[in-house]
């Protein structure tokens, strides 16, 4: 079992930064690939960002390449989510997701445990 909560959302202007964080519980947390997702309003919950267990695998949608970076501690039990010039499309609740697998999954059916979300709002 694993239980996450993430923290460090926000309001912040288009062009700002956020980190947000999750925190996990459990023993084997460097085990798991841990992904992070978004869902805004009628929208489906889509990929952002993911990382293997080692670190040594990062994905990322290519609504985000080159703006996001996500990376893990797993002496603090933590993944975080750097985002960076934010537009107003990332609006959204973010949640971070765990599973016991080699690589990073993309699809949320894929992932057993996830955190409770942190909303994310960028204003233009």
């Known amino acids: 079992q694993v239980r996450l909560v993430e923290s460090g959302g926000g309001l912040v202007q288009a062009g700002g930064s956020l980190r947000l964080s999750c925190a996990a519980s459990g023993r084997t947390f460097s085990t798991y690939a841990l992904g992070w997702f978004r869902q805004a309003p009628g929208k489906e919950r889509q990929f952002v960002a993911g990382?293997?267990?080692?670190?040594?695998?990062?994905s990322y949608a290519d609504s985000v390449k080159g703006r996001f970076a996500v990376s893990r501690d797993n002496a603090k039990n933590t993944v975080y989510l750097q985002m960076n010039n934010l537009k107003p499309e990332d609006t959204a609740v973010y949640y971070c997701a765990a599973d016991t697998r080699l690589l990073v999954p993309q699809s949320p059916n894929e992932y057993a445990y996830w955190g409770q979300g942190t909303q994310v709002t960028v204003s233009s």
């Open positions: 990382i293997s267990w080692s670190g040594g695998v990062l």
